[in-house]
């Protein structure tokens, strides 16, 4: 039965649109180092819809820019090639969401909502912690549940077949996967972004946030998607819960991660996370961002 799913899950991967190809050439200039501005302006400047998701972002409370950046020439040389490069991917994803929304709205808002959340998470911790780029995290935090897109798609009942949280966490929703359709949610998203030439970070961050421990490459990285990910359930659960009780359920039950935690030199206090969470609860309230891509 799983290898009958297994191949039209495939098969909905390999036929989910392609990027547009402005998006695939902006993601060769900005990931080769040898690539110029002007490239990157030549690759940008045809396509106004771009253009006009960059301005926007670039100038929103999201990115927190002192000065307003009023053209891309000045956005590329501003931001960089990193933060353009993030700003495109995540209109993209935008993109897809919105695409496949009208053939099962209310799961893929739910997905949607759990999605962005994360995002807004892994920056926020991004923000707090030194060494990350908040907008690198927060596409990571959006894009960690992409798989289940495809997921929703291939079976329209997903959602009622695979509880999505067993006692306040996703932490056995990947191996119930994988005994109802023989592969996981993670390993479908990071097999679409492989297709889709995403950064090798984020393709490894999304097909290992259920299991750090067995990331081949930036464990830290995929260590704090995981972290913005239970956040992310936490705060939508019916429960309230504080952060010293959302401490207990990850060391209880992601002893893996407790112990790369300490390898990678991450003391995450009670106090931490209840200050991510004072941070995210007024982000979602301002709704921003969501202003900015529902247009
Ligand atoms: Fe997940
Ligand atoms: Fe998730």
């Not at 949607?112 to 892994?122: E, K």
């Not at 990071?190 to 490459?217: D, K, V």
């Not at 956040?231 to 019916?238: D, F, T, V, Y």
């Amino acid at each position: 039965m799983p290898h009958s799913n297994i191949a039209s899950i495939i098969k909905h991967i390999d036929s989910f649109p392609p990027l547009p190809s402005t998006v695939i050439r902006v993601l060769e200039i900005t990931g080769d180092p040898e690539s110029s501005a002007h490239e990157l302006m030549q690759a940008v400047l045809p396509d106004q819809s771009m253009c006009v998701a960059i301005l926007k972002i670039a100038n929103s409370a999201f990115f927190g820019r002192p000065r307003e950046v009023c053209s891309i020439e000045e956005a590329v040389v501003v931001l960089g090639f990193q933060e353009i490069r993030n700003i495109i991917l995540t209109q993209a994803v935008f993109s897809s969401f919105r695409k496949f929304r009208n053939t099962n709205k209310h799961d893929i808002d739910a997905l949607w909502q759990h999605s962005l959340t994360c995002g807004l998470t892994a920056k926020i911790i991004a923000t707090h912690t030194t060494g990350y780029s908040p907008s690198q995290l927060f596409i990571a935090g959006l894009i960690h549940d992409i798989g289940k897109l495809i997921l929703l798609i291939s079976f329209p009942n997903y959602y009622s077949s695979v509880p999505e949280i067993s006692e306040h966490l996703p932490l056995s929703l990947s191996s119930e996967e994988e005994e109802k359709f023989g592969i996981s949610h993670d390993k479908v998203g990071m097999r679409l972004l492989n297709r889709w030439l995403f950064p090798e970070q984020l393709c490894a961050s999304t097909g290992y946030h259920h299991h750090p421990e067995t990331a081949p490459i930036n464990t830290e990285f995929t260590l704090i998607v995981q972290m913005a990910d239970i956040l992310s359930h936490c705060i939508h659960s019916n429960e309230a819960i504080n952060g010293q009780e959302i401490l207990d359920l990850i060391k209880k039950f992601t002893p893996e991660s407790t112990l790369l935690w300490r390898r990678y030199n991450f003391y995450w206090q009670e106090e931490d996370i209840e200050n991510w969470l004072t941070d995210l609860r007024s982000d979602l309230a301002n709704g921003a961002l969501l202003n900015i891509f529902n247009k």
